[in-house]
C-alpha cells in the first residue's frame, strides 16, 4: 500500500513537466477489449484517444484491435481537416 502512494505521486509529478499547453499537440490512446459481450454489430473492443489540454475524447468501436492504425489514420485526417491542427504526441499505455 505504502509502495503504491510513492509510486502514484511520482507519476503525478512526472507528468507535470509534460501536460500540453496548446490543443491537439498531446494525446493520449488506449485500447479496451475483449469485453465478455459483444456490443452492437459484434463490436467486442474499442479505442479511446484523449486530448490531453481539453479533455475532448474520441472513441473508436472496432472488431479487431487490428484495426487501431486505421483509426488513428481516420483521427488524425479529421483532426488536420476541421481544426488545421496536427498530434504532436501520441502516448498510448
Known sequence: ???W???KASYLIANKKERSLI???FFHGDIYGPM???LVGGV???????DDY???KFVYCIMKKSKTLSCFKTLVKTIHR???CTIKTLRID
Do not use: S
Open 1 to 3: 500500500m505504502c509502495f
Open 5 to 7: 502512494k510513492r509510486h
Open 23 to 25: 490543443p491537439i499537440a
Open 36 to 38: 465478455q459481450e459483444e
Open 44 to 50: 467486442c473492443n474499442y479505442l479511446l484517444f484523449k
Open 54 to 56: 481539453i479533455g475532448y
Open 82 to 84: 476541421e481544426i488545421k
